[in-house]
């Protein structure tokens, strides 16, 4: 079972908007709704890849029944903690006419010891030998840093594997586990190692770095200029691809899915790191978080796989 993990959830209003222009009004030319979070959207894409999985995490307030009505419509399965306050909203406002995409995030609610030990309670149940876990996003406020590691350690304890996608101090003390595999991008990895980044080089140095604290793989997201993937035997990087953007939302959990998919249908580190990049190429391409298809990145699978090299 591939089990994902949303701590802290948000329904994500996206409004598309012609030549945004602060301290005036502004006309909204288009909008969306899309349920999300990024372990919840990394089962969208899972599902479009053929693969099943189940969303956990903690849903409460009026977006609570709308976002299990949706997973439901998309035949995903989830087991969610009800709690008392409200899932957040996030708001990605979209100036078409000068390319520039704004991300305003809430914090989230609070959630109480007593709902928090349930959770922790109901994932050690969940998890079972061979499974693999996604640990990804943020957390809300009252929920402690070292949440990850928590998770890592009853995941792994249970026989599972952990995939771990976060940001500074959840980030720092998730690792502290040994997770299987993180994906950080170029500012979480500079920002987690303390170090400058000028150049491929630093990069590479920097993912060998936590190579080296025992976890196993480590696919670092560069945007536009692609990615890079360094296992216990290989240093790979990709080129970016050049496509249409319309979001860019999303983006880093097709990649996730996409090591997914390659963990799942057993694919070696060249082929993985093509796939998480065409995935998230693919991503990028769509409004708001809607989830690529299988048959979206397979058509710049090829594009990606010409772009894979070893790091020199």
Same mark, same amino acid.
Not at 163 to 175: R, S
Not at 274 to 300: D, P, R
């Given at each position: 079972?591939?089990? $994902?993990?949303?701590?802290?959830?948000?329904?994500?209003?996206?409004?598309?908007?012609?030549?945004? =222009?602060?301290? =005036?009004?502004?006309?909204?030319?288009?909008?969306?709704?899309?349920?999300?979070?990024?372990?919840?959207?990394?089962?969208?894409?899972?599902?479009?890849?053929?693969?099943?999985?189940?969303?956990?995490?903690?849903?409460?307030?009026?977006?609570?029944?709308?976002?299990?009505?949706?997973?439901?419509?998309?035949?995903?399965?989830?087991?969610?903690?009800?709690?008392?306050?409200?899932?957040? $909203?996030?708001?990605?406002?979209?100036?078409?006419?000068?390319?520039?995409?704004?991300?305003?995030?809430?914090?989230?609610?609070?959630?109480?010891?007593?709902?928090?030990?349930?959770?922790?309670?109901?994932?050690?149940?969940?998890?079972?030998?061979?499974?693999?876990?996604?640990?990804?996003?943020?957390?809300?406020?009252?929920?402690?840093?070292?949440?990850?590691?928590?998770?890592?350690?009853?995941?792994?304890?249970?026989?599972?594997?952990?995939?771990?996608?976060?940001?500074?101090?959840?980030?720092?003390?998730?690792?502290?586990?040994?997770?299987?595999?993180?994906?950080?991008?170029?500012?979480?990895?500079?920002?987690?190692?303390?170090?400058?980044?000028?150049?491929?080089?630093?990069?590479?140095?920097?993912? &060998?770095?936590?190579?080296?604290?025992?976890?196993?793989?480590?696919?670092?997201?560069?945007?536009?200029?692609?990615?890079?993937?360094?296992?216990?035997?290989?240093?790979?990087?990709?080129?970016?691809?050049?496509?249409?953007?319309?979001?860019?939302?999303?983006?880093?959990?097709?990649?996730?899915?996409?090591?997914?998919?390659?963990?799942?249908?057993?694919?070696?580190? &060249? +082929? =993985?790191?093509?796939?998480?990049?065409?995935?998230?190429?693919?991503?990028?391409?769509?409004?708001? =978080?809607?989830?690529?298809?299988?048959?979206?990145?397979?058509?710049?699978?090829?594009?990606?796989?010409?772009?894979?090299? +070893?790091?020199?």
């Amino acid at each position: 079972m591939v089990i $994902t993990v949303t701590l802290n959830p948000a329904m994500d209003k996206t409004l598309l908007i012609e030549n945004l =222009t602060l301290g =005036t009004v502004n006309r909204v030319d288009s909008l969306r709704y899309d349920i999300g979070g990024k372990g919840i959207n990394v089962s969208k894409v899972l599902k479009n890849f053929g693969i099943d999985s189940i969303c956990t995490g903690f849903l409460g307030g009026i977006w609570e029944d709308i976002f299990k009505k949706e997973l439901d419509k998309r035949g995903i399965k989830h087991n969610f903690i009800s709690i008392k306050g409200n899932t957040r $909203t996030n708001t990605k406002i979209v100036d078409i006419d000068n390319k520039v995409y704004t991300d305003i995030n809430e914090p989230g609610p609070h959630i109480t010891k007593e709902e928090l030990n349930e959770f922790i309670n109901m994932f050690r149940g969940m998890c079972q030998k061979e499974d693999i876990v996604i640990l990804a996003g943020g957390v809300g406020p009252s929920i402690p840093k070292n949440i990850y590691g928590t998770l890592t350690a009853i995941a792994k304890g249970n026989g599972a594997r952990v995939i771990l996608d976060a940001e500074g101090e959840l980030l720092e003390e998730g690792i502290r586990e040994k997770p299987h595999v993180i994906k950080p991008n170029e500012h979480e990895l500079k920002m987690l190692l303390n170090i400058d980044i000028k150049d491929k080089k630093d990069i590479l140095k920097g993912a &060998k770095c936590i190579r080296d604290l025992g976890i196993e793989r480590v696919l670092v997201s560069l945007g536009e200029k692609g990615a890079m993937y360094v296992t216990e035997e290989d240093d790979l990087e990709a080129q970016g691809l050049k496509v249409p953007v319309k979001g860019t939302v999303g983006a880093g959990d097709s990649m996730v899915a996409a090591l997914v998919y390659s963990m799942v249908n057993k694919l070696n580190a &060249k +082929e =993985t790191l093509a796939f998480a990049q065409a995935s998230g190429a693919a991503s990028v391409m769509l409004e708001g =978080t809607e989830a690529c298809t299988i048959e979206q990145v397979k058509s710049l699978l090829n594009q990606a796989e010409l772009g894979i090299r +070893e790091v020199v």
